[in-house]
């Protein structure tokens, strides 16, 4: 416990390298093979991590649980670990308009594309696509890589960016039901600033609104259920980002 991993970087350095420091031993240097700058971006309990290569010309991502690993294709991005070594991300497939597909890197390498159980749908029919394992592939454009969270269930929160580029849809994955739309976020006037689920299935969702420079976080169940009695915060003067919320 209190273990914790970043970058160091500086002018007498010739790349940034990752660490992980622990209390009562100190940091550990993390050694690569290649002379690449190092961001590591989440790290589990068992001090396994996830990053990105990084050097002049592209930005590669990398897992960490016994040794070092590039990604296996199809996988295209590695976002969250969970305690169990199960990597969350996005890997190249094509349905419709939606470029790419949630996808589970496993400890054992198998690779599971989390959407291959989801129906097609028109989200133009008022709900047509309410339920579970629906979603429109004509109106949906990417997943945003940066907002997506999973729990050691395995349970899953992402966000995808709708065709018209007009706000972003937030679904949840629950292994055994399938995916579940539980909130559109108007981005015209609404900005997501992170989103994040704990280990009892609980949504959070931090977002921004433009004009009245505000900002609130909404609580979700699993099953897109509202547990937001009122906005958590709501004040001028109030402002965060990548809520986290405990078990």
């Known amino acids: 416990a209190g273990h914790y ?9 010739t790349v940034d390298k990752g660490f992980i420091y622990r209390p009562g031993i100190g940091v550990e240097e993390l050694s690569t093979t290649h002379n690449r700058n190092v961001r590591i971006t989440d790290m589990n309990n068992k001090d396994q ?24 294709e199809p996988l295209e991005s590695v976002n969250k670990i969970n305690d169990n070594g199960d990597v969350v991300g996005t890997m190249t497939k094509e349905r419709g308009l939606l470029k790419d597909s949630l996808a589970i890197w496993k400890e054992d390498h198998t690779v599971v594309d989390l959407l291959d159980v989801v129906s097609d749908c028109d ?9 579970v394992n629906r979603m429109d592939f004509d ?11 999973m729990n050691n ?8 960016i709708t065709g018209r580029a007009t706000g972003r849809n937030i679904y949840t994955y629950n292994p055994g039901v399938g995916v579940k739309k539980i909130a559109f976020i108007y981005e015209h006037e609404t900005r997501i600033d992170g989103v ?8 959070s969702v931090s977002k921004s609104r433009f004009r009245q420079h ?17 906005t958590i ?9 990548f809520p986290v919320i405990n078990d």
């Open 233 to 241: 915060f709501e004040n001028t003067n109030d402002w965060g980002e």
């Open 196 to 203: 994040s689920i704990n280990n009892s299935g609980m949504v």
């Open 123 to 131: 989200e133009s029919i008022e709900g047509y696509c309410d339920g």
């Open 214 to 230: 505000t900002h609130a976080v909404d609580l979700y169940s699993i099953d897109g259920t509202s547990q937001t009695a009122g």
């Open 153 to 160: 269930q395995g349970q899953i929160v992402f966000v995808v």
């Open 49 to 72: 991590f996830i990053g990105k290569w990084i050097n002049s010309r592209a930005e590669t991502y990398f897992v960490h649980r016994s040794g070092w690993e590039n990604l296996e």
């Open 5 to 13: 991993t970043g970058q160091v970087n500086g002018t007498s350095r």
């Open 139 to 149: 109106d949906l454009m990417r997943i945003e890589k940066r907002h997506m969270d």
